[in-house]
């Protein structure tokens, strides 16, 4: 069974920086798109940042030029370092990828993890 496990998240102030982990693992043939999606209380779920196996990014508007995605594909693992932070990035972050089982690609997601901002 394939599971998505995050870390990194916590507590900082305005400014600082955090760098989030997820790592899957299982029965797994690599992993394409992997990403980081957010979800502050009485929101929606929004992308934050997705990187491809091939190297390609996407990132939110609010985090270009704060937040930088990156991968260990040998270890089918993504970060997303996160700097500037500012108490509007508050949520818990969620980690998705697709990742390729022997019944094919299939789409995961992560527990969470919170991020907190103060100001």
């Known amino acids: 069974q394939v599971q998505l496990v995050e870390s990194g998240g916590g507590l900082v102030q305005a400014g600082g920086s955090l760098r989030l982990s997820c790592a899957a693992s299982?029965?797994?043939?690599?992993?394409?798109?992997m990403g980081w999606y957010r979800q502050a209380p009485g929101n929606q779920r929004d992308l934050v940042a997705s990187?491809?196996?091939?190297?390609?990014?996407n990132y939110a508007d609010s985090v270009k030029g704060r937040f930088t995605i990156s991968r260990d594909n040998a270890k089918n693992t993504v970060y997303l370092q996160m700097n500037s932070l500012k108490p509007e990035d508050t949520a818990v972050y969620y980690c998705?990828?697709?990742?390729?089982?022997?019944?094919?690609?299939?789409?995961?997601w992560g527990q969470g993890t919170q991020v907190t901002v103060s100001s």
């Open positions: 990187l491809t196996r091939l190297g390609r990014t």
């Open positions: 299982g029965i797994i043939f690599g992993c394409e798109t």
């Open positions: 998705n990828a697709d990742c390729r089982i022997m019944a094919g690609l299939r789409n995961y």
